[in-house]
DNA sequence: ACTTAGCAATCGGTTGAGTAGAGTGCTATT
DNA sequence: AATAGCACTCTACTCAACCGATTGCTAAGT
């Protein structure tokens, strides 16, 4: 159990090495508070026996430690309004009708990160509420045609495929039988409907099935994946944490995968409205934060995240996710 | 004009430098030709005085100017065969009917990318040949619909877009007209016949009509526009040439500005099957070289680049550039 | 019992001297 | 024209010295 003056204390240390990126020492803490810097020591040696802070080197500043920064953003983190300007430029996008969900997120996160340094990501996954509303087919030429599929929440997919020797006639028929048989269905269900109903029938009077079977499973297969953006890659240039070239290409590479992003969404805890994993508690990188909220609207649902260092400006961030979840589940 | 082995030693040192990336003194040089130290000393204060050679400082060893990599490309650099692990790798991609052709670039220079660790550029632009196929309208409630563009060659293109107040009759009728009377036309004049001939019928008839024209006029704009897609950016942290923060801070935004990157096309030489543009000769950064060609098939054309430090290992991408150029051309 | 002043000790960062090594330019020689 | 030899130059590295910031500890003060 801390007192009240390590608190502050331990709030100040916090904050100014957010701020400045400097381990802070006993002088600057004593400004603040009104006591001498001897006393703010020994407070200091207590936090760090606890855990809370650590040293760089045996004459250093202290520095906040992970558990340091838990302890600030459970107890002490105030989360202060949002500024004006901030405020305003994001609402100018969510204010744009024009736009899709997935253009609104990105456009609203590239201004996030242009305001706080740090890097965005988004995990777009199209909702279970999204049922197949069209299926169309355009020929192309004798061999290829492309099938576009629309869902009643307005995603739109399409692709090429490459049927050699199946007449049109069989491939309308077929688009005919999916139209009629699983319109309305969920997506993420389509693809077992294809398999066990559509299927079955289509092998007996359609000659290639198989090839045909294949193309629709793989329209279907790409409607209900994953989507990773990364926006904002570049600010990790910017923090004196990622200063060291070796660091940089890794946490690039790692940026870069999208299965190391995909499972950012792995733990969350459904009872926060916004998750914090800093350091270890991420299995992105243990120098990094993410911080990151799930958002869920009729026609989609995902999670949002922040990637910074730790010592990241975590009112901030979370003021601003906070903000954007709200406005684009409106 | 250079005498034989003038030539000769400008190219060795060129390919040394290319592979260890540090100055080349005069003995490295006499190990390869059967001479002293001192000749290729004499030698190569020749090749500075002409330009083509350079020092760090007053006692170091030698690297190429840009003129002297001029010479090298222009003259001096040999073609060698590509092994055959690389095509192999590149031929499964160009044999995959599956995919289209701009995931087929992708695929391909990520590879090259891989193969060279230099980053790669694709400007992807629609062809003129690319004509109107049909235009598909999809209501999705009664404010929002999509509409869908289907080209002859197989692209497809939708967007959004919120109609309050105009009737689904007036919609179909827009559609109707636009299928009528545009269909057919190359996608780069489709704006134009859009504004002088659509325009004028619908604004009689149509109460909103400018909201819809506006929609459709968004729908071509977005379908004949450039696409540019950046693959294997993380390379360039590979290279020593870019192992300064503030250099490489520096080449990533010109990467992420498609501005810059949409001029890399300008000054394409015609003649030419392969373009290389070293340093300054190019208008990305000084410190770059930039290998690239024009393709074009029925469906598409654009450009493929190759960037990387200015030490590029030249031969090996013309190499690739070209063999790549010539399969998808096929 | 808590706070404070004072002081030795520690460590990072910077500076300057010294050295080894690589490579050059020049000159005299072959 | 080519070469051997040599003085010179510059980088990169190491070592020692020193400054400044900060700590931990002790002893005195409130």
Redesign the interface.
Known sequence: MLTKRQEEILKLIVIEYIKLAKPVGSKLICDELNCSSATIRNEMQELEELGLLEKTHTSSGRVPSEKGYRYYVDNLMELKELNGEEVFKLQTIFNN??L?LSDVLSESLKIVSDMTSYTSIVLDTKSHDNKL??I?V?P?NPE?L?V?V?T???Y?E?K?I?LKGVSLDEIKKTVKLINDLIIGTPIDEVSAKLEFEIKPIISKYVKQHEILYNAFY?VFTDISSKNVNVVGK?NI??HQEF?D?EK??DI??KL?NEEILENIDANIDENKNINIYIGHENSVDPDVTIIKTNYKTNKDEGTIAIIGPKRMEYSKVVNLLDYIKKQIER
């Open positions: 009708h024009q899709e509303k069209e169309s355009v192309i290829v492309i576009v629309v009643d929440q307005g739109v399409h090429d490459e793989d570049n240039l910017k200063n070239l940089v290409k690039f590479s870069d």
